[in-house]
């Protein structure tokens, strides 16, 4: 999109002004870009999945919280998760040092921790990282009371550490500045999806069955045009 400015573009602007450069580095914005795919990259190995289960990515895990990492986590369901094994994925490793770290009971961080392999895979898409923060956004405003989001950064940057072999100053730079870009679109809409949501619950309260009819099946036309694969998760009944 035109007047979308893709993240790239951002790094620079993040960085302008503040005296900083990163040494060797040609051409910045793909630099980071890089050092970010590269840690993504770094746990798809045999050894960040086990023969015979699944084959999520680095930052996806084994698929289920809590997975085989050590440490604990409080769950959404108010279940810890404990292991001794070493962790050897992000999200196990994530789990591991929140524990650590006093965050084990910061439910919120499961959400963030679920919605991460989306937002970094679609790091360069700007138009669906601004979706994936939106949608994290949505999730996060179930949640009552303040949320420090510069915890997850603490852990996430604490993990990476732990899992990148070759971790540097531009792995650092790149991914406190994907981190930033983050928790600024999720700071922009905190407090917007209830009041959103307490606006939409009255309109709708105000029309009539016909009316509602008429919304119900122009919101579906226009969603499965949009995106066609969505019908695909929608049961027909007979």
């Known amino acids: 999109r035109a007047n979308n400015k893709s993240l790239e ?3 620079l ?10 040494e060797g580095q040609d051409g910045g914005d793909n630099a980071l870009l890089a050092a970010v795919a590269e840690a993504n990259a770094a ?11 699944n084959k999520a990515s680095f930052f ?9 990492g050590a440490g604990s986590m409080m769950g959404a369901d108010g279940k810890d998760f404990k292991n001794t094994s070493v962790p050897k994925n992000y999200q196990d490793m994530f789990l591991f040092n929140a524990a650590v770290m006093g965050f084990g009971s910061r ?4 959400e963030v921790l679920a919605a991460w392999d989306n937002i970094v895979s679609n790091a360069s898409n700007s138009y ?9 956004a949505l999730r996060l405003a179930r949640f009552k009371g303040a949320i420090a989001l510069s915890e997850y950064k603490s852990v996430m940057l604490a993990s990476l550490r732990s899992l990148v072999k070759d971790w540097g100053s531009l792995h650092e730079v790149s991914w406190a500045w994907l981190w930033e870009n983050v928790e600024r ?10 009041k959103q949501e307490a606006a939409l ?10 009316a509602l009819l008429f919304v119900r099946r122009e919101v579906y036309t226009k969603f499965f045009a949009i995106a066609p694969n969505g019908q695909d998760y929608f049961k027909q009944s007979t």
């Not at 602007?13 to 900083?20: A, I, L, R, S």
């Not at 669906?128 to 994290?136: G, Y």
């Open 9 to 11: 573009d951002e790094v």
């Open 43 to 53: 746990g798809q190995d045999g050894k960040a999945n086990k023969a015979g289960k």
């Open 128 to 136: 669906r990282f601004a979706e994936e923060c939106d949608v994290l």
């Open 107 to 110: 439910v919120w961080m499961q």
């Open 185 to 194: 679109k999720l700071k922009t809409l905190a407090g917007k999806p209830l």
């Open 201 to 210: 619950s009255a309109f709708l309260a105000s029309l009539d069955e016909d």
């Open 60 to 68: 996806a895990g084994n698929g289920a919280a809590g997975g085989e």
């Open 13 to 22: 602007d993040d960085t302008e002004g503040e005296g900083e450069e990163l």
